[in-house]
């Protein structure tokens, strides 16, 4: 098996001339024009100072310039960090304290603010959504660097955070190992080949855009179509000339109001996936009707990558994510025993395969916790197998919020809520959004006399938290529903609120 980084240079050599990056309105960009581009930015990381094993923290726009310092980062024996474009200053410090990388890489509008952050240990460059920026001025300089550093299947590629709903954020450490044998898995499992042609309309500092849809379009040759925004009447019009979208739900809900959307739009496209959070079941079944395409669902995580898929040939069905990769084992246990479960009973999902990350960054206590003795992942998921030997996911930690396809952890926004003048406590929750899926929603218990409204709240949180994280709404009320134990019953709030957003 080779490393994600060895498979590009192999297609690169397989496809020099064939276009990697297709963006609308823009020259494509070859194999062999990426190539260099990764050879000249390994030059640049390599002159900053970067050795195996330092981190390479990366908070840019979307572009093809930032998947080509994803590989250069790997050509030179680092491990890539990307961060979501939504976050603070302050989440930026946490993260940068945290895993302590040699460079950190930004967005021009940004450069000013983060060049404060720069130490004798830190480097900051800045890289544009238009391939300009700092780092692309060294890179433009530099000549090119081919030779790559070794490293093991066993050793660190990547650092994803990932929130608990308590505590502070975690690194799960990839190794090249998990990248490499997930992406193998799911090119079978997908029939994914150098003939493909993906329309790319997803986020690439997590899991889904970077180590699903890249790697996968990087190592098996194929062409992806690269857009930096999801426009449901740009993407009808590239369906005749693709064969692939790789989705959140969020994207097929909106799909389904365009009047376009039909069976003649979809007729060269192969394959429709969704992840990230649960499909709508009357999506599923409305994509099918109007497009004679059924919508394939998988399931995943930070930790693990992908690790159950409906199949290719075969039924997809509404509400389950179907069976195991290959070479991944799945199996239901009781939460606090550990023990497997019979089939068809509801209980933990459990997964151990070459898919399963490292461990936390620099928290091998929280990393232990995490693991069965037999090396099994508890995942934090509530599931079943079904006589059909699907996979069903019924549950997830309750305090989990997913909104447009990202996690939200509501601790995180309740202790900002808590701390400001004239609030007692707060609670957050997901409510059904017919957009985002869940829209994060505060119930806030004010201080008597307190003169306290919505505006007041989102402005006393807003410059603190990613844009995604934000409560749709605040809501008020005089006490919060609690158990005889004193716990708060957030199932109440969500049955209270249900039709909020309707």
């Not at 720069?118 to 030779?147: F, K, Q, Y």
């Not at 062409?223 to 979208?245: E, G, N, R, S, Y």
Request: glycine content about 10%.
């Amino acid at each position: 098996m080779q490393t994600i980084h060895e498979s590009f240079i192999a297609s690169a050599e397989a496809h020099p001339d064939k276009a990697l990056f297709e963006r609308p309105g823009q020259p494509d960009t070859t194999y062999a024009g990426t190539r260099d581009l990764v050879w000249r930015l390994s030059r640049v990381l390599t002159d900053i100072g970067v050795r195996p094993g330092d981190r390479v923290a990366v908070q840019a726009d979307k572009s093809a310039e930032a998947i080509c310092l994803y590989l250069a980062t790997l050509q030179v024996g680092g491990v890539y960090l990307p961060l979501n474009t939504a976050y603070t200053g302050a989440e930026i410090d946490y993260f940068l304290g945290d895993a302590s990388p040699r460079l950190f890489v930004c967005t021009l509008p940004t450069l000013a603010e983060h060049k404060t952050r720069e130490t004798d240990s830190l480097r900051v460059e800045s890289l544009g959504a238009d391939g300009d920026g700092t780092l692309m001025a060294l890179a433009d300089a530099a000549s090119p660097l081919a030779d790559r550093v070794e490293r093991a299947m066993s050793e660190p590629a990547a650092i994803l955070y990932t929130s608990g709903t308590t505590g502070r954020s975690k690194g799960a450490v990839l190794t090249h190992g998990n990248l490499a044998s997930n992406t193998a898995a799911l090119l079978e499992s997908w029939r994914y080949t150098s003939e493909d042609r993906l329309i790319h309309a997803l986020p690439i500092f997590h899991t889904h855009g970077l180590f699903v849809a890249a790697n996968m379009s990087i190592v098996s040759g194929a062409t992806m179509i690269w857009l930096t925004k999801f426009d449901p009447d740009q993407i009808i019009d590239l369906m005749a000339d693709a064969t692939v979208l790789m989705g959140v739900p969020t994207f097929y809900t909106r799909l389904l109001k365009s009047d376009r959307l039909d069976r003649d739009a979809t007729a060269r496209m192969r394959l429709f996936v969704s992840g990230s959070a649960p499909l709508l079941a009357e999506d599923h079944r409305s994509f099918q009707e109007r497009t004679g395409h059924a919508i394939l669902e998988r399931y995943g995580m930070t930790e693990t990558c992908m690790i159950t898929t409906n199949p290719y040939d075969g039924a997809r069905k509404p509400g389950a994510v179907g069976m195991a990769l290959p070479g991944i084992e799945i199996r239901i246990t009781d939460r606090e025993t550990g023990q497997p479960l019979p089939q068809g009973d509801i209980g933990a999902i459990e997964v151990r395969g070459p898919n399963v990350f490292e461990g936390y960054w620099q928290m091998p206590e929280k990393t232990a916790s995490e693991f069965r003795p037999d090396r099994f992942f508890i995942t934090g998921d509530l599931g079943q197998i079904g006589d059909d030997g699907y996979l069903r996911i019924v549950g997830r930690d309750k305090d989990l919020v997913i909104s447009g396809g990202y996690n939200v952890y509501p601790k995180e926004i309740e202790g900002l809520i808590d701390d400001l003048p004239g609030v007692v406590e707060s609670a957050v929750i997901g409510l059904p959004h017919p957009d985002l899926g869940e829209g994060v929603t505060a119930v806030v218990v004010p201080q008597p006399g307190a003169e306290l409204d919505e505006a007041a709240v989102l402005a006393g949180i807003g410059d603190r938290l990613a844009r995604y994280k934000q409560p749709k709404r605040v809501l008020f009320t005089a006490e919060l529903p609690r158990n005889v134990m004193g716990k708060v019953q957030k199932a109440e709030l969500r049955k209270t609120y249900a039709g909020l957003y309707n």
